[in-house]
């Protein structure tokens, strides 16, 4: 709630936790801690969703998640799959 306030009100991040009570370093953090967030889905395309048979393939499993990933795939989307995992590139 704080942040979108924050955006709409056109404010530096100092004056805007100042003027509602906020500890400004505290304040700035959280509008870091946001802007630095990645996106946590990786889209695809509809003939990814089931493996496909004989294609060798990597399988990550993490719990119930599994993740079928043919080793012919594109590098610009083993990226994407690999930075929707959280892993840094």
Not at 24 to 39: C, D, H, L, V
Not at 60 to 74: A, F, S, W, Y
């Amino acid at each position: 709630m704080w942040l979108e306030d924050w955006k709409e009100s056109g404010k530096s991040a100092w004056s805007y936790a100042k003027e509602n009570g906020l500890n400004p370093r505290t304040f700035i953090k959280w509008t870091k801690t946001e802007s630095e967030a990645k996106p946590c889905f990786v889209e695809v395309s509809t003939h990814s969703l089931m493996p496909a048979p004989n294609i060798p393939e990597i399988l990550i499993e993490k719990g119930d998640v599994k993740i079928h990933i043919p080793l012919m795939i594109q590098s610009n989307e083993l990226r994407a799959i690999m930075e929707g995992l959280g892993a840094v590139l």
